[in-house]
């Protein structure tokens, strides 16, 4: 990898807390390079009550065009942006701001539209589907949206924390687009289980399904990406499943991403 970087390069940030995990500075600085813009990604460690602070630097630093945001920033980092996506707005969580033309930020999301292309990418038909989604996180809030967007019957949101379950639940609901619904572990009678919570990411983890009713039949996606293949995928594997992991869904997200930031590029 050869990356140009001079006086006139153009910064994005990657920001999360923690930050080392990721992965994709090097990959979506060659993107950008490869785009024909003298731009690259910088990884910055952000807690959450230094966030406010971090955007009012980025926004006083001219040659910074982009945040890409990351764990666990995705929802108060909308708190950040004058301006924002329909379907960011219905999700009240970014995961990538620009910068407008007066300083200012816009926000998206696009980790449901990723998740959504890496089914389809195995030949995965969602309408009429129902899906089983553990997690209403911000990027479990932005694949059930996808989900219902492209078409699935029924959809069931397994999440501890019941309030926000149940508010996305309501908002999901007025679309009129799918039964949606309180989900549990128990993935029978779904045709496809995907995990949109960190469960997984530590080999201590409990499952997020219960696998005694998984069988071939069934589509197992997770969204962590490390490790590459989390014990969930594992089983699901070991019974016959087709499975998607994180990196297809984060191979999508960066495509997306990329081509967001480079659509107005400021610099």
């Avoid at 926000?164 to 496809?192: E, H, M, N, T, Y």
């Avoid at 016959?240 to 610099?267: E, N, Q, S």
Wanted: glycine letters at 10%.
């Amino acid at each position: 990898m050869t990356l140009l970087l001079d006086g006139a390069t153009r910064l994005h940030f990657i920001v999360g807390d923690p930050i080392a995990q990721v992965k994709s500075p090097g990959g979506v600085s060659q993107m950008l390079q490869d785009g024909g813009h003298n731009a690259l990604v910088v990884p910055a460690h952000v807690a959450p009550a230094d966030l406010a602070a971090f955007v009012q630097g980025a926004t006083l630093t001219r040659n910074v065009d982009g945040i890409i945001v990351t764990v666990p920033h995705k929802i108060a980092m909308t708190a950040q942006c004058a301006s924002l996506s329909d379907r960011a707005a219905f999700l009240g969580a970014v995961n990538t701001l620009r910068r407008n033309a007066d300083g200012t930020w816009h926000g998206d999301m696009f980790d449901g539209l990723g998740y959504v292309a890496a089914l389809e990418e195995k030949g995965v038909s969602l309408a009429g589907r129902s899906v089983l989604l553990a997690g209403a996180g911000g990027a479990g809030s932005a694949i059930a949206h996808a989900l219902v967007e492209a078409g699935v019957a029924r959809l069931a949101i397994h999440e501890q924390d019941h309030a926000r379950r149940d508010a996305l639940i309501a908002r999901l609901a007025r679309l009129g687009k799918a039964d949606v619904q309180a989900g549990s572990p128990d993935p029978a009678g779904f045709d496809i289980a995907i995990n949109a919570t960190p469960t997984g990411m530590r080999a201590s983890d409990p499952l997020p399904f219960d696998i005694a009713s998984l069988s071939a039949a069934h589509i197992v996606g997770d969204v962590i990406t490390q490790p590459l293949v989390t014990p969930l995928i594992e089983a699901a594997r070991a019974r016959g499943c087709l499975t998607v992991i994180g990196t297809d869904m984060f191979a999508k997200v960066r495509d997306l991403m990329v081509a967001y930031l480079l659509a107005h590029p400021a610099g």
